[in-house]
Structure formats: structure tokens, C-alpha cells
């Protein structure tokens, strides 16, 4: 016979989890709203070459996403299988979405070099810290 007694969570508990989140979607969601203007009316990237790094940034997360999560599942260490990764990608996480927003005093040439790898870069750590943060709602017990 199946039980019809459901365990529910506390709203504290909920609110925790959730808190977990906030900066990484505060950090997304400032570049969906400001980098484009940033890139162009700031740093003096052309309109085309400023969206196609956002876009550039988008789809290597449909490489990295897969990549990381991959090597998250393969992982096996004291902390668990998601933890090493969520760690080894916060810092890196910080200080290159802090660089995103320094327009180096460089010729035009090294300037688009940087900002259209820095997005990129930002990205893959990105996809450290997201997707195996939420890879955790299944396996906690």
C-alpha cells in the first residue's frame, strides 16, 4: 500500500537553498541587461563584433554546460561530486566578471581581443558554479 504522507520542506529551508542562487543570477542577469551597452557605448565595440561575443559566450555554453556536468557526475571526492567544482570556480568566477567591466587602455585591436575573450572565459566558469550547483538537487539526500 502507498503512502499518501508527503515529507515537505521547511520555507526556511527552501529559502537557503534558494539564497544559493542569488549571486550567480544577479551576476547573469546584469550582463543580459548592461554588457551589450557597455561593450558598445564604453569600450567603443563595434555594435556587430559586441553582439557576436554575446553570442559567442552562449554557445559554448551548449559545449560547456554538457563538459562540466560530465565531469562533475565522474567525480568522487570527500566534499562529494559537485562541491570541488562549485569551489574551484567561484574565484575565478568573481574576478573575471569584475574584469568584464575594465575597458583597458590598449589599442582597439588588444581592446577587442579582451573583450571578446573575456565573456567567454567568464562562461566556462560560469558553467562550474550554475548547472552543478542545481546537479546538487538530486543527489542530496
Not at 85 to 107: E, K, N
Not at 108 to 119: E, T, Y
Request: hydrophobic share 50%; glycine share 10%.
Amino acid at each position: 500500500m502507498v503512502s499518501s504522507h508527503r515529507e515537505t520542506l521547511r520555507f526556511t529551508t527552501k529559502l537557503a537553498f534558494g539564497a544559493g542562487d542569488l549571486g550567480p543570477a544577479i551576476t547573469a542577469n546584469v550582463l543580459v541587461f548592461f554588457l551589450l551597452f557597455f561593450f558598445t557605448n564604453v569600450a567603443g565595440l563595434p555594435a556587430g563584433l559586441a553582439g557576436s561575443i554575446l553570442a559567442i559566450g552562449k554557445v559554448s555554453d551548449a559545449i560547456n554546460d554538457p563538459i562540466a556536468g560530465i565531469l562533475s557526475d565522474r567525480t568522487r571526492t570527500r566534499w562529494g561530486r559537485r562541491l570541488p567544482w562549485i569551489f574551484a570556480g567561484a574565484v575565478p568566477f568573481g574576478i573575471l566578471y569584475a574584469l568584464q567591466w575594465v575597458v583597458p587602455r590598449l589599442a582597439m585591436i588588444r581592446r577587442r581581443i579582451i573583450g571578446g575573450c573575456l565573456p567567454i572565459i567568464w562562461r566556462s566558469r560560469w558553467c562550474l558554479i550554475w548547472p552543478t550547483r542545481w546537479l546538487t538537487c538530486p543527489t542530496r539526500p
